[in-house]
Every structure is written in C-alpha cells, then in structure tokens.
C-alpha cells in the first residue's frame, strides 16, 4: 500500500486537525459462508454456536471484527477462515456487504461476507475463541427456503442469528448462478489435478440441486473449460462403474 504524503502545509495541517469523532464510526465484520460437499453428493455449510452475547446459543456463520489499523478486510476474512477450520490460502470470494441499520442489536456493524469452497477432507471443523461449538450442516430446500441438518440438529433459517438468513440465501443463490460462467465447483473436486467429467457434474448437480444432461453437459465442459486452457486433459484413465474414464486437470 501507498504511503499517502501531503501536497502542502494547508492540508497537512487539515489533517492534523481533522475530528474523526465528527461521523459516527461503524464496526466492520468478516464473515465467511464455507461449503463444501459430503459422502452423500450434498451441499454443507459449516455453521458457530455462539458462545457469547447477542444471539447466546444460537447458530451463525463463522465471522469476526476487524483488527482496524492492522490487516485489511481480505487479511480478516482470511484470519477467521483459519481460526474456524485451519485451512490457509484457500481462495475467498467477496460476496455482499450487508448493512442494514438495527441488524446487530449492540451497535451499527457492517458485514463483508465471503465464500469458501472447501473439500470436505481438507477441513479441521473447529470452534474459534468466541464460539462455543462447530458443526456442518447438510443444506436442505424446502418450499419456503433452506434448512440445516446434521444428525443431531434441524435448524430453520428464522433460528440463525442476526440477518444471516439473508446472507447464507444470497451466497446460495449467488453459487447457482456464477458456476455455469466462473470456475468456482472446481474447488470442491477431491483432486483438481485428477478428475472425471462425472465427478464434476455430480458437484454442478450438487450446487444446483437438479440432475444435468451428460451429453449438454460434456460440450459445456469441452467449449467453456477445455477449448479455452483451463482444464487439460491427462494421458491417464479411471475406472468408474467398470468404464474407462478419461482424467483431467484443472490449471491452477
């Protein structure tokens, strides 16, 4: 980052004088929507328990405030992905800012949100220091939104704390739609060196929550991702279903 240097006497002076307390100041938080895909082909989301107050108890996405002064929001987003799953370098996704007055009942806060694809095997489920437990959830649709299920716990989306509703429903819709245009599913492969056109469909299908046409989808695959230097394809094969399927690698 640039270091700023004043263009004259009149503005260094300005500077020095300048009342910040003029504007009121809001917090800024980093949240992140983690997903990734299970043994079953279904989409999770890794949800907090709450430790503390506001929302004592309730499940939220992972997220945390800015350290003003010494990371950027990108630097933040980052740290808390860490904190929750112990992944570094995963590449984050700025989603939305939210901002909404009264969204957090203990001051004016505006959430940047990310998302993160994650493979399930790379993941370290952890709780971080201001929540009190940590779990993924399978993704449910049903006729008025989502639900969130693991083998203990159904949760609406009216029981997520503070707008995050609103937020995991955006980062949903958001995924359906960018896939079909961005490289966003390969992050979810087991392996981006070495995979089928089927594993990768079952990931598109997955996000989408809708079978695909192999056919359509294939000529898809070739013109967006092949054609254009993206994907490469290997000299090597795979078994799947007793057939010899051809392997590919996405260029990092």
């Known amino acids: 980052m640039n270091t700023y240097t004043c263009t ?29 895909i299970d043994e079953d082909d279904e989409l999770n989301i890794l949800l907090i328990k709450r430790g503390g107050f506001p929302y004592k108890g309730f499940w939220a996405i992972p997220g945390g405030f800015l350290e ?37 009942p203990r001051t004016t806060v505006i959430s940047v949100a990310y998302t993160a694809l994650i493979p399930k095997k790379m993941l370290s489920v952890k709780a971080g220091d201001d929540a ?6 399978k ?17 609406t989306e009216t029981e997520l704390a503070f707008d995050h509703s609103e937020i ?4 949903i819709t958001r995924l359906r739609g960018r896939i079909d245009y961005e490289a966003d599913a390969f ?11 089927s594993e990768l469909k079952r990931i598109y299908e997955t996000i989408k929550n809708k079978s695909l ?18 994907v490469t394809a290997t000299d090597q094969t795979a078994l799947t279903k007793g057939r010899s399927a051809k392997l590919y690698s996405f260029n990092e």
């Open 139 to 155: 993704i449910k649709e049903v006729d008025d939104g989502f639900i969130f299920v693991n083998d203990k716990l159904t949760l």
């Open 132 to 137: 009190s437990d940590a779990k993924l959830f």
């Open 213 to 230: 046409d192999l056919p359509n989808f294939r000529k898809a695959f070739f013109r967006n991702y092949v054609d254009t230097g993206i």
């Open 168 to 171: 995991v429903r955006t980062a």
């Open 8 to 36: 004259s006497k009149e503005e260094e002076l300005f500077l020095k004088n300048y009342d910040a307390s003029k504007y009121e100041r809001p917090s800024v938080t980093a949240d992140i929507i983690i997903f990734t």
């Open 68 to 104: 003003v002064g010494k990371e950027s929001i990108d630097e933040a987003a980052a740290r808390e992905l860490e904190e929750e799953t112990g992944i570094k370098h995963a590449y984050l996704k700025q989603l939305y800012t939210f901002g909404k007055p009264g969204r957090d």
């Open 187 to 197: 992050d979810l492969l087991r392996d981006k060196k070495s995979f089928t056109i």
